[in-house]
């Protein structure tokens, strides 16, 4: 799913993508020259890789995602966002793609790991 950057308004467009297993859904709403808030939540089953036994596991997420979209390059600076630069289209999947991505890339232990840290 695609949306051109033009196309996103003051008022808040509603998305849904469903791919990888995991569902994004939310609103992005137009705030100033060539940026976007882009308020979502990403929830479903995904696969990780456990960083004590290498086993993948399967985990639920349920992520909420707030990231500014930038149309160009950004220039401002912002602490409070993630902010994503797109060339004219917004792209959803590769959106929920790189978040995917950016959740495995984090620290992760499987249950069995996880019990044997606590005891
Ligand atoms: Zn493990």
Same mark, same amino acid.
């Given at each position: 799913?695609?949306?051109?950057?033009?196309?996103?308004?003051? $008022?808040? @467009? #509603?998305?849904?993508?469903? /791919?990888?297993?995991?569902?994004?859904? %939310? =609103?992005? $709403?137009? @705030? #100033?020259?060539?940026?976007? /808030?882009?308020?979502?939540?990403?929830? %479903? =089953?995904?696969?990780? @890789?456990?960083?004590?036994?290498?086993?993948?596991?399967?985990?639920?997420?349920? =992520?909420?995602?707030?990231?500014?979209?930038?149309?160009?390059?950004?220039?401002?600076?912002?602490?409070?966002?993630?902010?994503?630069?797109?060339?004219?289209?917004?792209?959803?999947?590769?959106?929920?793609?790189?978040?995917?991505?950016?959740?495995?890339?984090?620290?992760?232990?499987?249950?069995?790991?996880?019990?044997?840290?606590?005891?």
């Amino acid at each position: 799913m695609n949306i051109p950057f033009r196309r996103i308004t003051p $008022t808040p @467009t #509603e998305f849904k993508v469903d /791919l990888e297993g995991v569902t994004f859904s %939310g =609103e992005v $709403t137009y @705030t #100033e020259r060539n940026l976007a /808030l882009l308020q979502a939540v990403l929830k %479903g =089953e995904i696969s990780l @890789t456990c960083d004590i036994c290498a086993e993948d596991f399967a985990t639920m997420l349920h =992520e909420k995602i707030e990231i500014l979209i930038s149309n160009g390059v950004y220039e401002g600076f912002n602490e409070r966002y993630d902010v994503v630069e797109i060339n004219d289209i917004l792209d959803f999947d590769a959106l929920v793609h790189s978040e995917i991505e950016l959740i495995r890339n984090d620290y992760h232990s499987c249950e069995n790991c996880k019990k044997q840290e606590r005891n």
